[in-house]
């Protein structure tokens, strides 16, 4: 798996949807993944899913996906590389402590099931793409690792890591010693993922932790354009990124009010009266007061 020494856009749920992904790579991001889809709603459907959305001209993408069961995991696998063959991989979700998905068994829950884990990543394999594990990690660094370490044994070609345990949600700081441990201790490449502002700081992490990539989440979500070298955030800027991102959404039919909404909320940040711009763009309540507000219009 061609994964070593990329900059990864992180795997977000509702957010990261293909016109954002590929705003992210024309501005420099070298691989996304395709959020959180449910294998179980993806075989009740035949493989059809409103969340399955990737796209041939994508470099580098791979599907996640979530369910409980080895069996959900293989067949929605299969119905996925068989629909998609332009995808580098299949990633299982380990990571996501959201209680509807942790309830089922499915998400962190498989944390402390590393067996389960493993015979879903043997059933995956299946469908003949390389597959990967999207994990936090466990109270202590011994169970991070034996949890990778079956993971490895099972056929895993990478390792996505957040640093974080599953009851910490998003506070406290990424724990990249914990992330340290395990790249230093197995062989397959281990990406690291918490806290990452910049490039800069990425590669850095990445090397002394023994990484062999990182991953960039809520940092891109203010800053699409964070793969490239910085830029600052000028409203001009982020102007120019969102009506990229509007211009995407209408080349693919998928433009919704409430998506334009949120991510505009989130790209307009961090020039001075951005605070204010925000609060206007919160009370939009429809297409037109909102592209007005962004000076999109
Ligand atoms: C809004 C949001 C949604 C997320 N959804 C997912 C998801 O669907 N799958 C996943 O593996 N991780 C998900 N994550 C976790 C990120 O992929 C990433 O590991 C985490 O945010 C830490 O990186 P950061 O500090 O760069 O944001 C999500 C994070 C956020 C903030």
């Not at 070593?4 to 996304?32: D, E, I, K, V």
């Not at 992330?179 to 993922?193: L, R, W």
């Amino acid at each position: 798996m061609d994964i070593a020494g990329r900059a990864l856009l992180a795997p977000m749920s509702t957010f990261t949807n293909l016109p954002f992904r590929l705003l992210c790579q024309r501005h420099g991001c070298q691989g996304t993944t395709v959020p959180l889809v449910s294998a179980k709603a993806l075989i009740m459907h035949n493989g059809e899913s409103n969340e399955l959305d990737p796209d041939p001209s994508e470099r580098f993408v791979g599907v996640q996906i979530f369910g409980a069961s080895a069996g959900d995991i293989g067949k929605a696998a299969r119905l996925i590389a068989k629909k998609y063959d332009f995808l580098s991989y299949i990633d299982i979700n380990c990571a996501c402590p959201v209680k509807k998905v942790v309830r089922n068994g499915a998400g962190s829950a498989l944390l402390r099931k590393p067996e389960v884990a493993a015979e879903m990543i043997k059933t995956a394999m299946e469908c003949g793409l390389p597959v990967t594990v999207k994990l936090r990690k466990s109270a202590s660094d011994a169970r991070t690792l034996g949890f990778c370490l079956a993971c490895e044994a099972a056929g895993a070609s990478a390792l996505f890591i957040h640093g974080r345990l599953p009851s910490q949600g998003y506070s406290g700081e990424a724990d990249w010693k914990a992330i340290s441990h395990v790249a230093q201790n197995v062989s397959v490449p281990v990406i690291g993922s918490g806290d990452i502002r910049s490039t800069g700081q990425g590669k850095l992490l990445t090397a002394e932790s023994g990484c062999k990539g990182f991953m960039i989440g809520r940092a891109a979500m203010t800053d699409p354009g964070i793969f490239s070298p910085p830029q600052g955030a000028s409203p001009e800027r982020k102007r120019s990124l969102f009506m990229e991102y509007l211009s995407l959404c209408e080349e693919f039919g998928m433009k919704r009010f409430l998506d334009l909404k949120s991510k505009a909320i989130q790209i307009f940040s961090g020039f001075r009266g951005s605070a204010a711009m925000r609060k206007r763009l919160c009370g939009c309540a429809g297409e037109d007061e909102l592209l007005k507000t962004t000076g999109a219009d």
